[in-house]
Each structure stands twice: as C-alpha cells, then as structure tokens.
C-alpha cells in the first residue's frame, strides 16, 4: 500500500516537472488565491492554466498558488484575470460579484474586500487640485482610448473596409490589453473583469479576418460589452447607442457612436441611415 502511495506521489511530482519544462522562458512566483475545496482548486487551475504558456498549482490548505508562466508570452496579471473570471477573487484583482454568485455554495469563500485607497494626510497647506486633476485624468484616458479604438473600428465597417477594420479592431486589441485595472473605480472595475475577457475574444476575431460579414458578426457581440462599459464610465462628451433592425437578420443589433447622425456599420452605404438612437448616454 505504501509502495502505491510512493508510486503515485512520484507520478505526481514528475508530471508537474514536465509540465513546467514544457514552458519556455519559465518565471515561478507564489501568492494567495481565495477558495475553499478541492473544486475550487480544479476551477482556479483550469482557468488559470494556458497550454505550453501558464500553468497553475493551487493548495486548498494554504490558498497559496504557484504560477509557473512563459514571460514573454504572458504575465501574472493576465492569469489572475482569467483567475478573477472564473469566481476567485486575489489580493490584486477581484471576481465579479455575479460570477462569485454563482460559484456552488460549497466553494463560496469568505471574501476579503478590495483596498481602499485613503488620502495621504495633510501635511502641506499649498493647493495639489492640479496634481490631482492630472492623475484623474490619466486614469480617465486608458478607458477614453478604448472607446476611441472603438469608434475608430465603428467607423471602418461604416465605410465596409476589411483592411481598415482590421488594423482598428488590432489596435482595440492592444488598448484593451493596456487597461491598468487597479486605477478603475469600483464600478468600472466589476464591469471590466465581466466584460474583459469577451472585448479581447470578438476584438481578435475581427482583426483575424478581412471579411466585413464576419467582422461585423463579431461586432455585435462586441458592443453589447462595450455599451456596458461606457454606462459606468463617466464619458466627458454625450455617446449615442444607436439601434438597427435589419441587423442580425432582421432580430436587430445595437451599435455606439459618437453622432446623434445615423452611420450604419451594418450594411454601411447599402443602408446608411438606417437605424435610430435608443439612449443617449451622459
């Protein structure tokens, strides 16, 4: 019986060996992931490994999981994402509160809330109103530039260029990806760890392909989470969600601009103005 035991552990341990060895450029760190069983562990280490990129080993014990990573194909923040996706929340980034909802109420651990940042006491009396329009103003634009990318790719499938939407959807692609999750507002934060991972999914697809059918299939999709993001983000200028029914194949779809004017990404001079704007958003 031992002998098996010893058998089995080694088998174990040679696996997890050459898992590892089958990572190139391998960068190993440990941190702590919340959950509470052996269900858990199978979620957090699915969702966390990536073939040949990342792989994931999480004790239920400790809630201490070792990320094993390709460094030049992936990083921490990328793998605690999709971590953060799947229901579990780490010190740095947290679950959605409709996916930790619906986690098995045996794997419902007890959450640690997010940080919150205090304001440094005062120690000076000169004004920093400046400073701190400057920093909020950073924070503001990473989400701005999405949206720009956005309407950029909108505007491309208006004109029913492949070539161009591509390129646009490509650089949706990389200002998605840039988004430094911590400087969100709570509210931004929830919808982006809902929403992240289905922007990279569509904004991918749409750059993989010249065919405007199919990027404009994906487009759909991409703006119904786009459209939640924009409603918890506070836009400096009104956006328009705009609404066509012979989209979809006459089940209608919804589009985002910047114009009241109507510029149909869907059929794009076939039937520009076809459409109406829903909901003006402030």
């Known amino acids: 019986m031992n002998s098996l035991r010893y058998l089995l552990t080694a088998l174990i341990i040679l696996s997890f060996g050459v898992s590892n060895a089958q990572i190139k450029n391998s960068k190993t760190e440990t941190l702590k992931i919340y959950g509470n069983c052996e269900m858990c562990e199978s979620t957090i280490e699915k969702a966390g490994n990536l073939k040949k990129v990342a792989s994931v080993d999480w004790n239920k014990d400790t809630k201490i999981a070792t990320l094993t990573y390709d460094a030049t194909k992936t990083n921490q923040d990328e793998i605690l994402k999709r971590i953060a996706l799947a229901g579990y929340d ?35 009396t000169h004004d920093h109103s400046n400073h701190t329009a400057t920093i909020k103003k950073q924070e503001t634009n990473q989400l701005n530039t999405v949206f720009e990318s956005y309407f ?29 999750m911590e400087t969100l507002t709570t509210d931004e934060h929830n919808i982006w760890m809902k929403v992240m991972k289905d922007l990279l999914f569509y904004t991918e697809h749409i750059s993989d392909t010249k065919d405007i059918g199919h990027q ?67």
Not at 94 to 118: F, M
Not at 256 to 262: D, F, H, P, Q, W
Request: charged residues 25%; glycine residues 4%; positive net charge.
């Open 152 to 180: 950029a790719l909108k505007d491309a499938l208006v004109k029913t260029d492949g070539n161009t939407a591509s390129a646009k959807a490509k650089n949706l692609s990389i200002a998605i990806s840039a988004v430094k």
């Open 216 to 282: 404009r299939d994906h487009f759909m999709s991409l703006s119904k989470n786009m459209y939640e993001l924009i409603k918890v983000s506070k836009s400096e200028t009104p956006v328009y969600y705009q609404h066509c029914p012979m989209a979809n194949d006459g089940k209608g779809a919804n589009w985002l601009s910047k114009e009241n004017a109507i510029k149909n990404p869907y059929y794009g001079s076939q039937m520009l103005t076809c459409g109406s704007t829903v909901e003006t958003i402030k």
């Open 90 to 124: 780490s010190d740095k980034f947290l679950a959605p509160n409709d996916v930790y909802a619906k986690l098995p109420e045996c794997c419902q651990y007890e959450r640690v809330n997010k940080p919150v940042s205090k304001a440094a006491p005062k120690t000076e």
